[in-house]
């Protein structure tokens, strides 16, 4: 696609439900990368793909977290359990080789998750 | 821990005035640095530093590195209100790990008319 797309842009869930949230990158971008930005934050690092497998899966901060990209192309994060500590707009970026050439991540416009 | 600090962590100016936003970081393995601007949802890339002192410039932006002093600068000259936005810096700590960045809290910059 032109850019890096993400769904749903909104979600609201109750707490303890389970949530995917799907992205889409830039077509031939082989790395792809999840970050999470709460309210007055910078983004912070969850996880980043290189093809199909997770090259760095450091940030995710529990079990309850994981992250697919079975075909090198979609990736589908998804929370279990969530809790309200988890509401935060969760960002996917994509870029034509881990790193990028010029270092430039492409991001999508983010998933707004919001556990009550 | 890799750490980025910004600031100030907000700035308000007045159409055409200059500001300069900076970052600070302590990291192990540095690769590059890198300025997002964040208007609304998804940041884009204004920047990427790997040298210091070779001045990068974007009409009127412009960003320097220091890699001893461990900083970066981002100044914005004749600001606009299409300037408004958040500034995020962030750092690419490479070791084998190519495509995680640490970013600082970010600069929210407000230019009134």
């Known amino acids: 696609g032109a850019g890096v797309s993400q769904t749903p842009s909104n979600k609201v869930t109750e707490k303890g439900k389970y949530v995917e949230l799907r992205c889409d990158p830039i077509s031939g971008h082989t790395a792809l990368y999840w970050y999470r930005q709460s309210l007055g934050q910078g983004p912070e690092f969850l996880i980043y793909f290189q093809g199909t497998g997770a090259a760095d899966d450091s940030g995710l901060p529990n079990d309850r977290f994981f992250a697919v990209r079975p075909e090198g192309s979609v990736s589908t994060l998804k929370i279990q359990r969530t809790e309200r500590g988890d509401s935060a707009v969760y960002l996917c970026?994509?870029?034509?080789?881990?790193?990028?050439?010029?270092?430039?991540?492409?991001f999508g416009e983010g998933s707004r998750l919001t556990v009550l | 821990e890799d750490k980025v600090v910004q600031s100030p962590l907000s700035l308000v100016v007045h159409e055409g005035d200059t500001v300069t936003l900076n970052c600070s970081y302590e990291v192990t393995n540095f690769r590059s640095l890198l300025w997002y601007k964040q208007e609304k949802k998804a940041p884009t890339f204004l920047f990427m530093l790997?040298?210091?002192?070779i001045e990068k410039k974007s009409g009127r932006l412009s960003s320097i590195l220091d890699k001893k002093e461990l900083f970066s600068i981002l100044n914005i000259t004749a600001t606009q209100t299409g300037d408004s936005a958040i500034y995020l810096c962030?750092?690419?700590?490479?070791?084998?790990?190519?495509?995680?960045?640490?970013f600082g809290q970010g600069t929210i910059l407000t230019v009134h008319p």
């Open positions: 790997t040298s210091s002192g």
């Open positions: 962030a750092v690419n700590a490479g070791g084998t790990s190519y495509g995680k960045l640490t």
């Open positions: 970026a994509s870029s034509l080789t881990a790193g990028g050439a010029s270092g430039e991540l492409f």
